[in-house]
């Protein structure tokens, strides 16, 4: 699965996912939910670029 990149430099990694806002490790980045935002910086979703 593909990891993306917010603009501050945080990784969404789907193998890690981000439990602590909700998302479940082995969740594709594609299936995140549409209002979930950077945990570090609260960019939207739409921000982030494949890596």
């Given at each position: 699965m593909d990891r993306y990149q917010c603009?501050?430099?945080y990784?969404?990694?789907?193998a890690v996912g981000?439990?602590?806002h909700g998302?479940?490790?082995g969740t594709a980045f594609e299936?995140?939910?549409s209002d979930?935002?950077?945990p570090v910086c609260g960019a939207p979703?739409?921000?982030f670029e494949k890596m």
């Open positions: 603009p501050c430099g990784i969404y990694d789907p981000d439990e602590e998302v479940k490790p299936d995140v939910p979930w935002v950077c979703k739409d921000l």
